[in-house]
């Protein structure tokens, strides 16, 4: 496959929120195809959703910037690993979203980054 295949406005990176979990996928426009996604309801996370649960008073939030970030960081490593090296984000989709979930995605943004695949559409 040529370098022009992976040219990274065909790949859309969004995040999906609710109150119970975080994920965030990886479209290929071309294809309409997920490539990639990281989800907090994955078996890694488990564990710490648990003790959320079991805190008092309970947190009705089951993720966190914490949790963000490291989905960001496996999703980062699994577009990597299939050879993508940047990805475009919605900016409107982003800056409709209220602030406090704006706050708390950006160490996800971040944590892709820090994998090594470039964000556009992000400040």
Request: hydrophobic share 35%; aromatic share 6%.
């Amino acid at each position: 496959m040529g370098g022009a295949y992976h040219n990274h406005h065909h790949h859309v990176l969004q995040v999906v929120l609710s109150c119970r979990k975080i994920t965030a996928q990886v479209t290929n426009t071309t294809t309409s195809s997920i490539i990639a996604m990281a989800s907090s309801s994955e078996q890694e996370f488990v564990a710490y959703h648990r003790s959320k649960l079991n805190r008092f008073p309970r947190s009705h939030r089951f993720w966190d910037a914490k949790v963000a970030s490291r989905v960001g960081e496996k999703l980062g490593l699994r577009l990597r690993e299939i050879g993508v090296t940047g990805v475009q984000i919605d900016p409107l989709e982003e800056q409709s979203r209220p602030v406090h979930y704006r706050l708390m995605l950006s160490p996800l943004f971040h944590s892709v980054k820090r994998a090594g695949v470039e964000v556009s559409g992000v400040d």
